[in-house]
C-alpha cells in the first residue's frame, strides 16, 4: 500500500511562487509514475504534471507548461512540483497521484482513473 502526503501549498499572491511536495511511503518511488491533477470549485479534477516511472518522462498540461517543474527526489521518495507565475486561476485543491505502472504512453498519464494511490490533497490560493 502507498501511501501519499502532500506538503507546501498555500496563499501566494498573483506572480509568486509555491513548491507542492509530495511524499510516498510503502513503495520505491522511482519505480512508481508520480503525477498532481488539481480540482477548482465546481470543476473536474484536471491533470497538472507527472514523471513517469523507469525513464523519468515528464508531461505537463498546457495551462501550466513554462511555468512549473515537477522532479523526483529518489532517496527521499519524494516528488516535487515548482509553482512559478502563478494565477487566480491556478487556484484548486492539488492532488498528488502514483501509479505502479509507466504510463508515458497514448496520453495514459492524462487520466485520473489510471492512477492507483491518492494523496489528500492541499490547497493553493492565488489572490488577485
Known amino acids: 500500500q502507498v501511501h501519499l502526503v502532500e506538503s507546501g501549498g498555500g496563499l501566494v499572491q498573483t506572480g509568486g511562487s509555491l513548491r507542492l511536495s509530495c511524499a510516498a511511503s510503502?513503495?520505491?518511488?522511482?519505480?512508481?509514475?508520480m503525477a498532481w491533477f488539481r480540482q477548482a470549485p465546481g470543476k473536474e479534477r484536471e491533470f497538472v504534471a507527472c514523471i513517469t516511472s523507469l525513464v523519468d518522462d515528464i508531461y505537463y498540461a498546457d495551462s501550466v507548461k513554462g511555468r512549473s517543474t515537477i522532479a523526483r527526489d529518489g532517496a527521499k521518495n519524494t516528488n516535487y512540483l515548482e509553482m512559478n507565475s502563478l494565477k487566480p486561476e491556478d487556484t484548486a485543491v492539488y492532488y498528488c497521484a502514483a501509479a505502479a505502472s509507466y504510463l508515458g504512453f497514448g496520453f495514459a498519464y492524462l487520466s485520473a482513473s489510471r492512477y492507483d494511490y491518492w494523496g489528500q490533497g492541499t490547497q493553493v490560493t492565488v489572490s488577485s
Open positions: 510503502g513503495y520505491t518511488d522511482s519505480r512508481l509514475t
